[in-house]
């Protein structure tokens, strides 16, 4: 029997999930590629409108993209889509990010559209 079936997830699968718990994926003991310190941090330029509208645009076209990936997913595949969601938490002794706590109800109505894409998708 593999380690997938056995209930236990395997060390590979949980480390990369803690990982995320920081809301943006980096170990919270790594500096973040090229600031060391808040001296060493680059000023990010505001985005224009125009930027913000094609970003949205990108969203929802991956968002789509998503859905359609996840509606040919196995049964498996969208129960550790829900266990990741339900994993989401802040990290102990931090307040909860409300952003990432969306997130994981995002991946949830992610996986539940998918479900339901499936019934309607023609082979």
Not at 22 to 45: K, L, M
Not at 65 to 74: D, E, F, R, T, W
Request: net charge negative; hydrophobic share 45%.
């Amino acid at each position: 029997m593999n380690s997938e079936n056995s209930g236990a997830a395997p060390p590979f699968r949980q480390v990369a999930i803690s990982s995320w718990e920081n809301e943006g994926g980096a170990p919270a003991e790594a500096p973040q590629a090229g600031a060391n310190t808040v001296e060493d941090a680059v000023e990010i330029p505001l985005l224009t409108n125009a930027e913000l509208v094609q970003l949205r645009i990108r969203v929802i076209a991956l968002e789509n993209i998503v859905i359609a990936l996840l509606s040919k997913a196995s049964d498996e595949q969208l129960r550790l889509v829900a266990e990741l969601a339900a994993h989401i938490s802040p990290r102990p002794g931090f307040t909860p990010h409300p952003l990432t706590t969306r997130a994981s109800t995002q991946m949830l109505q992610l996986a539940d559209r998918a479900t339901r894409f499936r019934g309607l998708a023609t082979p």
